[in-house]
């Protein structure tokens, strides 16, 4: 049975990512606080202030009525539909009706105007705010189940629950809507045009859930928009189903885009990946919760190494190119950890206040430390102490000095040539064994209702959207907002990956 409807089951976030935190790296139970500068999602308000008109976002469309919308302070991020410029494409009921799997659900269907609020939390005469349409399955779709032919890619890094949303995209599209015909594109973007795909049934997905990696495998960059279209006209594709991150769904706004501009009955649903949980608007992103788990381990074996010699140094380096949320939360958890350092809380090493200092207390006071450090903290020392140019990969990110292993030698140089103190350094980076292992069962869960809900948006027409929980709802937000050249001005801002 499809849980969207079920938010009662939906995994509730330990701290909802709309907010910046920042985390003091003297004493890790000062808790986060919001004045970090992280990139987030409200660099580019929604509502505009002061002089400027409020903008509303509202399509009208005949299908569905239109959201009531009488102050002029709600605000609807709307997602595209196919009937935008395909005003004439008929419309059928939707299949799950006749669904014995849904007799006992007391709404099969998502209500047209149910929208899904960015903000909770407000005063009296606070303005009603951003809103985004509410996820789920709709009384009318826009393909026959015969007629359609869907296509999943997965672009970017590895992260857990990337193969339980594919195999849960392939099964929701065949148990719940009949379709039988689904393609695997091989190698990211490039395997549009390089013909590599494969045919995916849920007999062929069955048991990929319990894997890590990418049962499609994977690519960074690739993408050449045209090309693309080319293949997915050519093979007569009217549904992409694309997970990915920053660079990944910008290239699904392309995509989108240029299917609109030929007037192609495709549907394009992005599901956003990145196991920083940097995307500011959504609750969390999957595979977080595994990856938080996953770095236990590495924090404990610190621990036990630390507390077994004398003046023993742990340094555990986690994943967080622009935010610390797996350090932090990690370093929750672990309740062995002195020190966490994130990049939205710049630190210093000399001084007064300098971890030169916090270090040495803590070795006086208890014999060990334990520090861990997100991998895009403190990017400017390394950079400046080795010289080094900004660099970027294939998907455009900025290729990431190792400041675990310069920070090592600076604590080991520091202590043994100016303070002739020996110590005992233990260096632990399991980046690549966190980001390989399968999602954990909090994570399942969560990928089955990321893909269940990209499906039914892609089913009821809806196209240029990505899927996700605002405040436990799942919603669907648009990828690019925006006209002319005025793109990714929502979706590119939610991504730090």
Not at 335 to 348: A, K, Q, S, T
Request: charged share 20%.
């Amino acid at each position: 049975m499809d849980l969207s409807l079920s938010p009662s089951i939906i995994p509730t976030p330990i701290i909802p990512c709309n907010k910046s935190h920042t985390f003091n790296f003297k004493l890790f139970p000062n808790f986060p606080n919001s004045n970090s500068k992280s990139r987030n999602f409200l660099g580019k308000p929604l509502i505009s202030r002061q002089n400027r008109p409020i903008r509303i976002r509202i399509r009208i469309r005949a299908q569905t009525p239109n959201v009531n919308n009488d102050n002029d302070d709600f605000v609807l991020e709307d997602v595209p539909h196919l009937t935008n410029f395909l005003p004439d494409l008929p419309s059928y009921p939707n299949p799950l009706q006749n669904s014995k799997a849904y007799a006992i659900v007391r709404q099969t269907f998502v209500h047209p105007e149910d929208v899904v609020a960015q903000k909770v939390v407000v005063q009296k005469d606070s303005p009603r705010g951003v809103h985004f349409r509410r996820a789920g399955p709709r009384e009318r779709v826009y393909f026959k189940s015969e007629e359609v032919r869907a296509c999943i890619v997965t672009c970017g890094g590895l992260c857990p629950g990337i193969n339980t949303v594919i195999r849960e995209i392939v099964c929701g599209l065949n148990v719940m809507y009949g379709v039988d015909d689904i393609l695997g594109i091989e190698g990211g973007y490039r395997g549009f045009y390089s013909k590599n795909t494969m045919s995916l049934t849920p007999k062929v997905v069955n048991d990929i859930h319990k894997r890590g990696g990418t049962f499609l495998r994977t690519s960074r960059g690739g993408h050449d928009t045209h090309k693309i279209v080319d293949n997915i006209q050519d093979r007569g594709i009217n549904q992409v189903y694309i997970i990915g991150g920053d660079g990944t769904q910008k290239g699904a706004a392309l995509i989108s885009k240029e299917v609109e501009k030929r007037g192609l009955q495709v549907a394009v649903a992005g599901i956003p990946k990145t196991i920083d949980n940097d995307i500011a608007v959504i609750d969390k992103s999957f595979g977080f919760d595994t990856a938080v788990e996953e770095a236990q381990r590495a924090i404990n074996a610190a621990h036990v190494e630390v507390e077994s010699v004398e003046n023993g140094v742990g340094i555990v380096k986690l994943m967080g190119r622009y935010s610390g949320f797996i350090a932090m939360h990690a370093t929750l958890a672990s309740r062995d950890v002195d020190c966490c350092l994130i990049p939205e809380n710049p630190f210093y090493l000399e001084g007064p206040g300098g971890l030169f200092e916090f270090v040495e207390e803590r070795l006086k006071e208890n014999g060990h430390i334990v520090i861990v450090l997100a991998e895009g903290a403190g990017q400017e020392y390394v950079a400046q102490d080795l010289h080094q140019v900004d660099e970027r990969d294939a998907s455009g990110n900025r290729l990431l000095l190792d400041v675990g292993l310069w920070l090592s030698h600076k604590i080991k140089d520091h202590f043994t040539n100016f303070k002739k103190m020996a110590i005992n350094m233990k260096y632990i980076d399991p980046t690549y064994m966190i980001r390989a292992i399968p999602s954990n069962a909090s994570d399942n869960i969560y990928c089955t209702l990321l893909a269940h809900s990209a499906v039914h948006g892609a089913m009821a027409g809806y196209t240029g959207f990505t899927v996700g929980p605002v405040n436990s709802r799942h919603a669907y937000i648009p990828i690019a907002v925006g006209t002319d050249d005025d793109e990714f001005e929502l979706m590119s801002s939610f991504f730090c990956l």
